[in-house]
């Protein structure tokens, strides 16, 4: 399945043309994302594979750093942009779509092939309820900062500032839990070690193609103004819907592909895994970020987002809770990330 994304390769040169001969922003910006999505992959791949050779604790440590390194890419040039919402629109879409596209569509097609597929209901049990956590770490300085900026306008970016932290501390812990039950650096391990490439193969690889997604963001950031109108979409509907989904397509097909082969425990672990390296990490690193840059950007997610963060939370906790997963939950998840699509695109935002 790789080889048929890498040839998307072919839209970069055409991004870095288009930026130096003025052509129209629209097509940058498709060029661009379609470019990212090949080396979103190559650069997860290079990252697994470089895993490998460090052994099953340090590679779980790699997996959770780099996981989502184009994500946050991409994040940080719209913040750098001001375009703020945006950013904060594509920490709740890529939350979303692994709990929902990612995990319903490896629950569908693993239960469709295998039937009732079995997972360490520890492991899974633990992040369903590290998920509900972040939601509430997510939602907490957005209910309250509207009522501390009537008396103290800093306390916002404070509040902020604070919960990052402790999120990223939980998130620290939460990865060092994970190496004591033993359960998803392991697995990833036997995943790639049958085709492992050499350390330097591996390094060289990961520099690459991180240099070429920042050069990639770069052009896709500086060209969605011009795309949301020409395209008449919202600015909140590419944030949430379509930046997540060009990030995470390599990542998404390691689950879809994890699941097919009756893995579904290494699939569990990546859908919901990443989501809590989004909000847990990403989210708190990115407000940090945010303050070097001089853009500050606070925890504070509209009323749309969060009630979707809820749903979509408590749907996929109910569904990895018991260890056992079928083809209807899959569907079901589905359904629901197909209903806040269609609403996010009529949303006028």
Same mark, same amino acid.
């Given at each position: 399945m790789s080889k048929y994304i890498n040839i998307l390769l072919i839209f970069a040169p055409v991004a870095i043309l288009g930026q130096f001969l003025g052509w129209s !922003?629209?097509?940058?910006?498709?060029?661009?994302?379609? $470019?990212?999505? !090949?080396?979103?992959?190559?650069?997860?791949?290079?990252?697994?594979?470089?895993?490998?050779?460090?052994? !099953? =604790?340090?590679?779980?440590?790699?997996?959770?750093?780099?996981?989502?390194?184009?994500?946050?890419? #991409?994040?940080?040039?719209?913040?750098?942009?001001?375009l703020l919402e945006l950013a904060k629109a594509s920490i709740v879409g890529s939350i979303l779509g692994n709990l929902l596209l990612v995990l319903g569509l490896s629950v569908l097609v693993g239960g469709i092939r295998h039937g009732a597929q079995k997972f360490d209901r520890t492991q899974a049990s633990v992040n369903a309820t590290m998920l509900i956590l972040a939601i509430i770490a997510l939602g907490i300085p957005s209910l309250f900062s509207q009522s501390i900026d009537q008396v103290n306008h800093a306390g916002v970016e404070y509040l902020s500032l604070g919960t990052a932290a402790v999120m990223i501390l939980i998130y620290i812990l939460s990865v060092l839990f994970s190496f004591q039950l033993g359960g998803e650096p392991e697995q990833a391990h036997e995943l790639h070690?049958?085709?492992?490439?050499?350390? =330097?193969?591996?390094?060289?690889?990961?520099?690459?193609?991180?240099?070429?997604?920042?050069?990639?963001?770069?052009?896709?950031?500086?060209?969605?103004?011009?795309?949301? =109108?020409?395209?008449?979409?919202?600015?909140?509907?590419?944030?949430?819907?379509?930046v997540p989904l060009i990030g995470n397509v390599a990542e998404h097909l390691v689950a879809v592909q994890a699941a097919l082969k009756n893995r579904m425990e290494l699939s569990m672990s990546i859908s919901l895994g990443s989501s809590l390296q989004i909000a847990l990490f990403v989210a708190p690193v990115l407000v940090f970020l945010s303050l070097l840059i001089g853009? !500050?950007?606070?925890?504070?997610?509209?009323?749309?987002?969060?009630?979707?963060?809820?749903?979509?939370?408590? #749907?996929? $906790?109910?569904?990895?809770?018991?260890?056992?997963?079928?083809?209807l939950e899959g569907a079901m998840l589905l359904v629901v990330y197909v209903i806040l699509g269609m609403a996010f695109f009529f949303l006028p935002m």
């Open positions: !922003p629209t097509l940058m910006f498709v060029s661009a994302a379609l $470019a990212v999505i !090949p080396l979103a992959g190559i650069m997860g791949r290079a990252t697994e594979e470089l895993a490998v050779h460090t052994g !099953p =604790r340090l590679s779980g440590f790699l997996n959770a750093t780099l996981g989502n390194a184009a994500e946050l890419i #991409i994040t940080i040039f719209a913040i750098k942009e001001g070690a049958e085709t492992s490439w050499s350390v =330097r193969k591996a390094v060289l690889f990961l520099i690459v193609s991180t240099g070429f997604i920042v050069w990639m963001s770069e052009i896709l950031v500086g060209s969605v103004e011009h795309t949301v =109108r020409a395209l008449g979409l919202s600015e909140f509907f590419v944030g949430i819907i379509i853009n !500050p950007l606070t925890l504070e997610f509209n009323q749309f987002e969060l009630i979707a963060l809820v749903g979509a939370a408590l #749907i996929a $906790a109910s569904a990895a809770r018991d260890g056992e997963s079928n083809w």
